[in-house]
Every structure is written in C-alpha cells, then in structure tokens.
C-alpha cells in the first residue's frame, strides 16, 4: 500500500502540501480540479500543471477523487453520450500525465450524507454524524441548508451550492429511475469507458453510497457485499474496481468488512480506513480511527488489506477537529494525520509479524 492524504488543491483546502508531506509516512495524495463540473471536459493542461505544483512539494499525484458523473449519465438521459465522451477524454489526458486510479460514485443527488458536520464528542473535539431520524425529518430541499452553517467557509465534496441550489430539479430527473435501471445506466457508462481504460492502465475505484442504504426514496446500489459483487461480474474487467470506504460500507453494520475486502481481492485499487462509532443501528459519529474509540475492528480491516495482497493508496478518511483547528468538515490535518500513522503502524506490526511466521 502506499499511504496518501486528500487535498483539494490551492484555494479550496486548508491544509497545504507542505503540511502533508510532513505527515511521517505519507508520499502521495488523492486531489482533483475541485472547480470542474460533471460532464466537463478536463484539459491535459491544468491535470499537468496541478501534478506540477503537487510535484514540486516532493509528493506526487497517487489518484484522483473524484471525477464526478454528470447526472444524465446516471439517469440515462439525452445527453448521457456527450459527457461519456468528455469522461472518456477526460480519463485518456489523466493517462497521458501518468494517472491511473480514478475513483467516482454513483449516487443520485446526494453525495455522503451527514445530518451534523460538527457533533461535540465527550473530549471536546467535534465529528461528523449522523441520524435517520433528522433525515425523515427533511425535505431534501432542506438537506444542504441544515447542514451549511457547519461548513467553515468551505465547499464540501458532493455539496457544491450549484448542485443543491438546482436539488428539486435532480430529484424530478430520478423520478423514473429505481435500483435496476440505475444498474443499468453503470453497466452502460462502465462499458463506453473501459476501452480508454485498457489503453491507459486507469484503475477505476467506485465508492459506495454512504449511508449505505436509500435516502429521500432515491435508489442507492453500491450498499453491499452482494450488489458490489454484482457490479463486478456485470462489467468482468480487472479496471472495474471499487473505493473500499470501511466508513461508508460500515454505515450498516450488517456488512461485514473484513470478509467483503478478501471477496473484492484484485478490485480494489483505492482503501479509504476510518471508524464509526454507532450509538444505535442508524445513530453514529465518525470517531478516532483507533479501534479503542469506535466499533469498528481496525486491526482486522487492516489485515484483510495486507493479505489480499493491496498495493494501492489508501488514505486515513474523515478526521474529527481537534486542537482548535478550523478545517474542511472531516478534512483537517491534524486528526487525518493521526489516522495515517496509526494505519501505518497497524500496517508495519501486521506485515512484520506475517513475515516472521
Ligand atoms: C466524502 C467522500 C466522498 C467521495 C465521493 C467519491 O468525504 O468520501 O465525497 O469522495 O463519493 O466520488
């Protein structure tokens, strides 16, 4: 595995490259042109002239998250070609500059949902959370605007303002669309793009729907063990792969991780590691990474990683605020860093003790 951090590039985060590359450890991050749109064409110049700037800090681009679909592709709409043809362009100028894992979603409408973005935890700290409850208590023209308070002045991935200002629109798109038609509308996507995927060597990563089941009505797929699967035996190529998030696969607890990573062997080409800490079935926070503070076996999660063999990125995911800092609801720097080292050390005792026998 390689260890990575998020950024969001120059503008858009909080943490800066230098920061990272002081994370002990750490050699590559996972960033993006955070100010695309989906559908749009990404030119081979600004890719380049990011891996330029992420290159001077002396790390390098180990991914991209994300590249985000355009809604007509999820639902199958008019002009679902045109921006299949900008992805597929898009993906062929990140293999031009040497990019080869590229993880996207799936979801309609919303990306990740979280009803709090700064719960108080007993230590002082805050966290991300979430509850049922407060989702059936919404309209979902209602979702961004609970939540924008919290966001620190920041643009949070999946909740841009142009987005969630057009939200009813979306939601009158979806209206035809259930869980077998949006299979479909993947398998149609996934088929255009693997060709430019075989020439350029680009991995692609899907991450799941979290919480992993429906909100607002809206189908949701990528929710477990069997439908991943599903997804995988439906377009059977190696470049077809997954984003294992033990976050949001782990939003439901009927999951089993650990068992899912060795049925994913050889498909997943990106590990994003945190813990929950669930308070009820559909209450949880997203806690420290340390199994001590979640429900989450992270020694376990790890494991299945280091024996199925993953060489990918896998980066420390959401992070709690912590020391006063004022970041990125779930991506400051400091409790990240703690993630990334203490995945590392689980890494370093797990392969040295499998060598030893
Ligand atoms: C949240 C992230 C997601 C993820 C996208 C991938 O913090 O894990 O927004 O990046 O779903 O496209």
Redesign the pocket.
């Known amino acids: 595995m390689e260890m990575t951090m998020?950024w969001f590039g120059t503008g858009f985060d909080t943490v800066t490259l230098r920061q990272i590359r002081q994370v002990p450890g750490v050699t590559g991050v996972i960033t993006t042109l955070y100010d695309t749109q989906p559908g749009q064409l990404w030119e081979q110049a600004r890719i380049r002239a990011l891996k330029e700037e992420v290159e001077a800090s002396g790390l390098h681009i180990a991914g991209i998250?994300?590249?985000?679909i355009h809604d007509d592709i999820k639902t199958g709409g008019g002009r679902r070609d045109e921006y299949i043809e900008n992805y597929i362009q898009t993906l062929a100028n990140l293999g031009k500059e040497d990019i080869h894992m590229v993880?996207?979603?799936f979801?309609p409408v919303f990306?990740?949902t979280r009803t709090e973005l700064a719960r108080v935890l007993p230590d002082g700290s805050t966290a991300l959370a979430y509850t049922q409850e407060a989702v059936d208590a919404l309209v979902p023209e209602d979702m961004f605007n609970s939540i924008a308070g919290d966001m620190n002045g920041t643009v949070?991935?999946?909740w841009e303002p142009e987005r969630m200002a057009k939200v009813k629109e979306l939601f009158a798109m979806y209206r035809d669309v259930d869980d077998e038609k949006l299979f479909a509308n993947l398998k149609y996507f996934l088929e255009a793009i693997m060709p430019v995927c075989s020439k350029y060597d680009i991995n692609m990563a899907?991450?799941?729907d979290?919480p992993a089941w429906s909100v607002f009505g809206l189908p949701r797929i990528i929710t477990s063990e069997e439908n991943i699967l599903r997804m995988m035996r439906m377009v059977d190529d190696p470049h077809n792969g997954v984003?294992f998030?033990s976050?949001?696969y782990g939003t439901n607890l009927k999951n089993d991780l650990p068992h899912m990573i060795r049925s994913l062997k050889g498909r997943i080409h990106f590990a994003?590691v945190r813990n929950l800490k669930f308070h009820s079935p559909t209450n949880f926070e997203e806690a420290p990474h340390p199994s001590a503070c979640g429900t989450f076996d992270m020694y376990e999660i790890v494991k299945a990683l280091y024996e199925i063999g993953f060489t990918g990125p896998i980066r420390p995911?959401?992070g709690r605020s912590i020391w006063g800092e004022v970041a990125m609801p779930?991506?400051g720097l400091y409790d990240r860093a703690l993630g990334a080292t203490y995945i590392e050390g689980l890494w370093e005792a797990i392969e040295k003790g499998a060598r030893r026998g």
């Not at 998250?65 to 985000?68: G, W």
């Open positions: 998020r998250e994300s590249v985000n993880c996207y979603n979801m990306d990740w949070l991935p999946g899907i991450h799941p979290d984003t998030c976050g949001s994003h995911d959401h779930g991506y």
